[in-house]
């Protein structure tokens, strides 16, 4: 491959989603674009003067269809291209988006490039679409570097209407709106208007002694079980005796409390002492576990339940899929949930 040194290089990761199609101004049909359509409708990017190349997966899915091997191809993508561009860029559906990016966030152990995910509401060859404006952004960020040519954000992002954001603290929290993605629990890495200006403090800084390590593997025998007033203990019962399962994320109420119920607390010990991971993240959007707080949540740590602290429902389940994948100990999982693999948790909160 011929690498021009002088010019920046991007390379853009189509995977699907509404940002990658086009009206067909005939039939009014969404139909997915190849990259000299995009070209076509995003002259700007000729006014880049970098390297843009692009890999578009065939067909191209909905991020409703999104799961790990498709996460798999993403991270062979980058691991094989990785020396040849300063930065990636992944065109992704908005649905799935930061489940994506909190993957992606421990697959690529040691990181020091950027990797953005971005996407849009409207199609990009709609005349008020949100898509070029982010794919443009994005691609200007995946680019950047430091004057000693570090490059400014080396880790997986997704930037979304003028935010940039750490990937895995990301939700989307609105169906609708061009502004459909918050990191509740992490400042913005980075703010778009006239400027970008970059929270140089929050970025995380890459250990560059270490080599990128792509990790592929992933054990999706996880559920996600919501406490809510009038849980039954029938359907609790159940869904923690589900065959093969090895881990739950329990999204409970607050600051990590639970009702106390005798039965609750016998059956997570239970769980627990079949091997069972489970981990309390709140259902609140915002804020952290402290289970410590109240006697409703000093039972589950009794109980043998592990903190999740600020983490978002996305990032606890694919974390925990991706330790359960490497066939660590229930030992090992919970010390990796506890600790900070990819800059996903806060643990002030102990
Ligand atoms: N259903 C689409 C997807 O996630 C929505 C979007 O792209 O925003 O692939």
């Known amino acids: 491959m011929f690498i021009n040194v002088n010019y920046p290089s991007v390379l853009l990761i189509y995977t699907g989603g509404t940002i990658g199609m086009i009206e067909n101004p005939e039939t009014g049909a969404l139909e997915n674009f190849n990259f000299d359509q995009l070209q076509r409708q995003v002259p700007e990017l000729k006014r880049f003067n970098y390297r843009i190349a692009s890999y578009a997966f065939n067909p191209p899915i909905d991020s409703s269809d999104m799961e790990p091997a498709f996460w798999a191809k993403i991270v062979k993508i980058i691991s094989y291209n990785y020396d040849y561009f300063d930065g990636f860029v992944i065109l992704h559906g908005t649905d799935t988006m930061a489940y994506t990016a909190s993957a992606l966030s421990f697959m690529l152990e040691n990181l020091a490039k950027p990797v953005i995910l971005t996407g849009s509401q409207l199609p990009i060859g709609t005349l008020r679409t949100d898509g070029k404006e982010n794919l443009i952004t994005a691609i200007e960020i995946a680019a950047a570097k430091h004057a000693d040519g570090t490059p400014v954000v080396p880790e997986v992002c997704i930037f979304f209407e003028n935010e940039l954001m750490r990937g895995n603290r990301t939700t989307k929290i609105n169906a609708e709106n061009f502004n459909a993605f918050r990191s509740f629990n992490y400042p913005a890495l980075a703010k778009v208007g006239i400027h970008i200006r970059y929270n140089e403090q929050q970025i995380r800084q890459p250990d560059t002694t270490r080599p990128m390590k792509p990790h592929y593997l992933f054990d999706t025998n996880v559920v996600v079980l919501t406490l809510f007033p009038g849980i039954q203990e029938s359907i609790v019962h159940s869904v923690l005796h589900v065959q093969g399962l090895k881990a739950v994320v329990l999204k409970t109420f607050g600051s990590g409390n639970a009702?106390?119920?005798?039965?609750?607390?016998?059956?997570?010990?239970?769980?627990?002492?079949?091997?069972?991971?489970?981990?309390?993240?709140?259902?609140?959007?915002?804020?952290?576990?402290?289970?410590?707080?109240?006697?409703?949540?000093?039972?589950?740590?009794?109980?043998?339940?592990?903190?999740?602290?600020?983490?978002?429902?996305?990032?606890?389940?694919?974390?925990?899929?991706?330790?359960?994948?490497?066939?660590?100990?229930?030992?090992?999982?919970?010390?990796?949930?506890?600790?900070?693999?990819?800059?996903?948790?806060?643990?002030?909160?102990?």
């Not at 804020?287 to 990032?315: F, K």
Request: hydrophobic content about 35%; overall charge negative.
């Open 259 to 350: 009702p106390q119920k005798e039965w609750l607390i016998r059956q997570l010990k239970e769980a627990r002492d079949r091997g069972i991971v489970v981990v309390n993240i709140t259902q609140c959007q915002s804020g952290a576990v402290e289970m410590g707080r109240y006697e409703t949540g000093l039972q589950l740590l009794q109980a043998g339940v592990i903190s999740g602290y600020d983490s978002t429902p996305e990032c606890a389940v694919t974390k925990l899929m991706f330790l359960l994948g490497h066939g660590l100990t229930q030992q090992e999982i919970r010390e990796r949930m506890n600790s900070n693999l990819a800059g996903e948790i806060t643990k002030h909160y102990d």
